[in-house]
């Protein structure tokens, strides 16, 4: 692993457990075992690394996620499957992405909480990306467009809502009621 990867999965590590700001680089360096020169021939600053650690987690969460519901037959299946997933990360059965603390991205929107900020804005789109996942499975059922949308918003809420619920009242659970939520609105659909 080169000593770049070294320092965003160190950083990651530490900001999903403690949060951003709570970190100091120094606690970075000593976790990716590297030299203060290291870090900044990498990144200009702190926010870079954290802009770097976001683009990591994107791609880390959004290809699991993915991955679990193509596994299934597009449509209805593959949107239950997603809540499945949610439950086994909830439940800290999913090692790629590390023990439960609740979404790095909806995390890290407390500690940058300006909507202009580049970092709010990198969460948002990485928010969006899962909401076209979602969308994208919805297409492939046979639901008139404004009802498509309709499902998109609710879906959402629900995947987000499971979301705090683990994490804020340790709910581990949450992913099952969200999907049984999801099956009624397929069913009334």
């Known amino acids: 692993m080169d000593k770049r990867q070294q320092l ?3 950083a990651f590590s530490l900001f999903y457990r403690f949060g951003i700001h709570a970190v ?8 990716a075992e590297v030299a203060k020169k ?4 990498h990144f200009a600053s702190k926010e870079a690394l954290v802009t770097a650690v976001l683009d990591y987690r994107d791609q880390r969460f959004y290809n699991w996620l993915e991955s679990r519901m193509n596994q ?3 449509g209805e299946q593959a949107l239950l499957a997603m809540f499945h997933a949610l439950d086994d990360w909830f439940n800290n059965r999913v090692a790629s992405l590390d023990d439960f603390n609740g979404c790095f ?3 890290t929107c407390a500690e940058y909480g300006d909507p202009e900020s580049p970092i709010h804005q990198q969460c948002n789109n990485h928010k969006q990306r899962v909401r076209e996942l979602i969308q994208t499975q919805l297409k492939a059922m046979n ?5 498509q949308q309709e499902l998109v ?14 994490q804020v009242q340790g709910d581990k659970l949450a992913a099952h009621k969200a999907r049984q939520l999801a099956l009624q609105l397929f069913n009334n659909s």
């Open 38 to 41: 290291t870090l900044y021939s």
């Open 143 to 147: 639901i008139a467009t404004e009802k």
């Open 24 to 31: 100091g680089i120094n606690q970075i360096l000593q976790q």
């Open 153 to 166: 918003d609710a879906l959402v809420l629900l995947k987000e809502g499971a979301i705090v619920l683990a």
């Open 72 to 74: 299934y037959e597009p």
């Open 105 to 107: 991205f909806i995390n």
């Open 8 to 10: 965003v999965e160190a």
